[in-house]
């Protein structure tokens, strides 16, 4: 636990306590009254309200639209399902930056429903709720779906055998079993919709703000550190609740059931109801999540001249984009690949070894451990991006101008990706074959080679995909600490959709275009590597 723990300690704790100290301190006296200033701000009400409601609606509409899909992919086998898992997991990997231009294509200015009908929904809060089902929509069907498809069908056979109904027999047995996975989905979606930046950023305009949001324009914008602290708190408290409670779901769904292989309780759909169910889902995909990623590459490609890769080649150019980049922007390609295999191999060895660590204890120090490695999912990344500036300056630590300060910042994302992926894994390995190992004079660092690595492996490779996909997309922090002269594909994109003209407008689209191609290639490689249904995510 030494090394992770220091880890978080330097280069999470260490950012987020120095923006949070330099906000409410004057003259080395803490300044606690500035809390009560700030949430009493009618305007800064506003922003705690919306983001909540917004949250609650998203969780919501999410959960209404997936659970179908979630029991379509558990019980249901057909034709191409593998790859419609891959395909619907791929927006849940894409940076929000790209989901909100992705839907900006769909709804914005411009945008396909605007071409058709003359209708925009863009700075709606609608765009904002479905750009939020299509990021989660995998969350659920993964997270609900893969329980669903273990639990054993003959418990709700039974039941109904004994006189139930079908709706009372999955009321009383089904549901029952399922209510953990489904806590622990919706606790993980509202987590993500109430830290929402790229999407609301982008579809919200002026008129919708999240903390998050509000935490970098009070940050970036206005230089208002004791604001921006205070928010950071309020943000913290409630990203640590809901983690808690998550904790405590996930420990109920391990604890309290019985489960059976996927392969027994997958099957064709029989009936005109289940094929209308099957119809149904598939539709909703198209729609939700094929339609908008579809959309995104159409406008990458309408040229004012006609279809074409004008835009495509316009990113070879460090001109084409006014004085938005010191270099062409297609360069952003390689940085954030090159940032992305160091942050993955970070998250790799960090996070493999929390995940030991949490596998070989217990109590509530190590579940204390496991619930701060999951924080960085939630924390304003903004607050760690700056907080990075502001700590990271000064010997033996001054890394401001270094690169590996972006794939720093990434792999603290990654890393609870890594421990997700892995932890059940590695708590599924018989402790009787290290002791074995050890009795017949195997070291621990042998042990582990011989005994875990193989059984593991699989896991890794997974565990390695996500944490590289995530870093791939990582914008919050990023955005800070991204030098002009080296930047990422996301903050490239947000840079090129804050300036007016058809060019730039393209061009974020193109690039966009080519990190949604990314993220689905290595979802694709994913599923080929997967061949059991081990992890979180």
């Known amino acids: 636990m030494a090394v992770p723990v220091a880890f978080f300690a330097l280069f999470f704790a260490y950012p987020v306590a120095a923006i949070v100290g330099r906000g409410l301190k004057a003259d080395g006296v803490w300044q606690f009254g500035r809390i009560g200033e700030v949430l009493s701000r009618p305007d800064l009400q506003d922003v705690l309200w919306f983001t909540t409601w917004q949250a609650l609606a998203s969780t919501a509409l999410t959960l209404l639209i997936a659970l179908p899909g979630a029991y379509v992919f558990a019980r249901f086998d057909f034709p191409g399902k593998q ?10 990997v894409l940076p929000t930056v790209v989901v909100g231009t992705a839907f900006l294509a769909l709804l914005g200015r411009g945008g396909l429903l605007d071409d058709l009908w003359g209708v925009r929904l863009d700075t709606t809060v609608w765009a904002i709720l479905l750009a939020h089902v299509f990021f989660n929509y995998a969350l659920v ?25 079908r709706l009372a027999a999955w009321r009383r047995v089904t549901l029952p079993a399922l209510a953990p996975a489904v806590a622990a989905a919706a606790l993980m979606v509202f987590l993500f919709t109430f830290t929402s930046f790229g999407v609301v950023q982008i579809l919200g305009g002026p008129s919708y703000s999240t903390l998050e949001v509000e935490i970098y324009r009070q940050t970036a914008q206005l230089l208002d550190l004791p604001t921006a602290a205070v928010l950071t708190l309020v943000q913290f408290a409630a990203v640590g609740a809901i983690l808690a409670v998550h904790a405590w779901t996930v420990r109920r769904e391990e604890t309290a059931l019985r489960l059976v292989d996927p392969s027994q309780t997958s099957r064709r759909p029989r009936g005109a109801g289940q094929r209308a169910l099957l119809g149904g889902v598939l539709l909703i995909v198209a729609l939700l999540v094929v339609l908008p990623l579809g959309v995104l590459v159409e406008r990458s490609l309408d040229t004012s001249g006609g279809y074409g890769l004008g835009f495509y080649r316009a ?3 460090a001109d084409a984009g006014g004085s938005t980049f010191l270099v062409p922007p297609l360069e952003a390609i390689w940085n954030s690949l090159r940032y992305a295999l160091a942050a993955t191999a970070i998250a790799l060895v960090i996070g493999g070894l929390a995940a030991a660590a949490l596998t070989r204890r217990a109590g509530r120090l190590v579940r204390g451990f496991d619930a701060l490695l999951m924080l960085p999912l939630g924390v304003s990344a903004v607050t760690v991006g700056f907080g990075f500036l502001i700590t990271l300056d000064k010997p033996p630590l001054d890394l401001r101008t270094s690169w590996i300060l972006v794939p720093l910042a990434q792999a603290l994302v990654g890393v609870p990706f890594v ?20 009795v017949l004079g195997a070291s621990p660092l042998r042990a582990w080679r ?9 896991a890794l490779l997974v565990a390695a995909g996500f944490a590289f996909a995530v870093s791939l997309g990582e914008f919050g922090a990023t955005v800070f600490i991204a030098r002009p002269d080296n930047p990422t594909l996301p903050v490239a994109v947000a840079r090129l959709l804050g300036r007016s003209g058809e060019l730039n407008y393209g061009q974020a689209m193109a690039l966009s275009t080519i990190l949604m191609l990314v993220c689905a290639v290595s979802l694709l490689l994913l599923e080929r590597i997967r061949t059991d249904r081990s992890g979180e995510f």
């Open 450 to 458: 011989e005994v875990d690595l193989p059984l593991v492996r699989r």
């Open 419 to 438: 421990v997700r992926t892995m932890l059940p894994v590695l708590r599924a390995v018989d402790e009787r074959l290290r002791e074995a190992a050890a």
């Open 315 to 317: 990113l070879q150019s």
């Open 141 to 165: 069907v993964r997270t609900v779906g893969g329980l669903w498809a273990q639990l054993d069908p003959r418990q709700e056979e039974a039941a109904r055998v004994l006189g139930a109904g």
């Open 83 to 92: 790859l419609l898992r891959a395909v619907v997991t791929v927006p849940f």
